[in-house]
């Protein structure tokens, strides 16, 4: 099922992640091992950035992955691609975990939590590698303005809502939204044209 | 009531995460009516926010993580990889249930034998208890037969004839030791009459003293009897005769009946 999302696109290749995922699935190590060393950069530099704590940023990947390999079977994989759906549920983890000050609140390693909903491509999205990916994200947030970005990250990285943000920037409300939202259709109109 | 491009205006902060709940509520409400282009575009949204993921630096997590977690991994690839087999009959070697069996075995006959080695100690504890008070009862009559000994033998004693008040009756005799007491024998004595035993007197010097009550015996079946008095009632020189008198059972505090066997004390 999860190799659906890979292979129904045409002339996509099949990616090396959705090879890894259907071994996932007969619970093979190796291809646990090889899917974290793919993307266990990716994941940890988010967590690092949303907790800006080693120790408890590894606590929080590890249990994204041992999420990933105890219940690969549960994912409906047809409709999106994996790193994105990686990539949410490690950010939400990490805001729980930044969120919720008291060690009984966290969800303990081995409860089974919350998966996030799957994240469909876009039509216009291509299958770029993750080094491409990266430089193009990063190049695009340069590009914005700074009240932009920084509005934007403090809603991805640290969770807050708009009228937080207003509160922590000193800013009107309204401006807020608008910082958010037209840097995030710059975002999208700079990934657009990037595929 | 907001449109559907009002709403619009707010899923990319949704997707975000950012909305303030007023505003979540009712985005998910309008959401939950089944719009097809709003959901379309919470989708586009959300996959936008995932690729903010990209303007994280990466980092090395340390190897140790990855230590502990394929270490967690195949610990439970291999105990999901083992079918869970339930314990067969072959699964425990013969010898084994032997093994049970004898230990079964052993257990009940040690609670057995626990309980029978108990109840021969109590048994062993009841025998030394009789045996000890039997031993203390012969020590007793080894002391009493010691004393009797002493004063039958001692030259000191005082040998005392207590005739018959029946001429043809058997004549009695006794021996009283100052210091440790008075020997009364006799054989052939004629049994009481029945409910009654031979008493023992003193017979004071002093007159218009009644008689001094002391032991009471019964002759054995051959009509053979040794009277030990360790304490007599009056000393030899204050007593004038002993007598033996046929009294009922239990004693009598002063005579009842004549004399049987009377004899001075010279």
Known sequence: ?195 | MKNCDQFRELIEAYALGSLDPEERAALEAHLATGCPDCSKAVEEARWLVSQLAYAAPEAAPSDMLKGRLMQTVRTEAQSQSKPQVMPAKSSIPFWLWAGVAALLVFSVYSAWNTHRLNDEIRQANERAAALRDEHEKTEQELALAKREAMILMDPNSVKIALKSGDAKGPQLEAKWHSEWGVVVMGENIPMPSPHHVLQLWFIPKKAGEMPMPSMMIRPDANGKFVLLVSNPPESMDATKALAISEEPEGGSPWPSNPPRYSGGVS
């Not at chain 1, 099949?14 to 996932?24: E, I, K, Q, Y």
């Not at chain 1, 949410?88 to 996030?116: F, G, I, V, W």
């Not at chain 1, 809603?155 to 922590?168: D, P």
């Open chain 1, 1 to 195: 099922m999860f190799l659906a999302a890979f292979t129904s696109s045409g002339p996509r290749e099949v990616s090396p992640d959705a090879t890894l995922l259907s071994r996932l699935l007969q619970k093979d190590v190796s291809a646990f091992e090889q899917l974290y060393d793919r993307h266990s950069r990716l994941v940890y530099g988010l967590v690092l950035r949303i907790l800006q704590q080693a120790s408890t940023s590894e606590e929080v990947v590890q249990d994204v992955f041992l999420q990933l390999w105890r219940n690969a079977d549960q994912y409906d994989s047809s409709r999106g691609p994996f790193v994105p759906w990686l990539c949410t549920m490690a950010r939400n983890r990490a805001l729980d975990h930044l969120r919720l000050k008291s060690e009984r609140q966290r969800r303990r390693e081995d409860q089974p939590d919350e998966l996030p909903s799957v994240v469909v491509a876009p039509e216009y999205e291509k299958a770029l590698d993750e080094k491409r990916r990266a430089e193009r994200v990063r190049a695009l947030m340069a590009s914005l303005t700074p009240q932009q970005k920084k509005a934007i990250e403090l809603a991805y990285f640290e969770g807050l809502s708009h009228s937080e943000i207003a509160a922590t920037l000193k800013e009107p409300l309204g401006t807020v939204k608008s910082w958010i939202r037209n840097g995030l259709l710059r975002l999208k109109e700079g990934l657009r044209a990037t595929t």
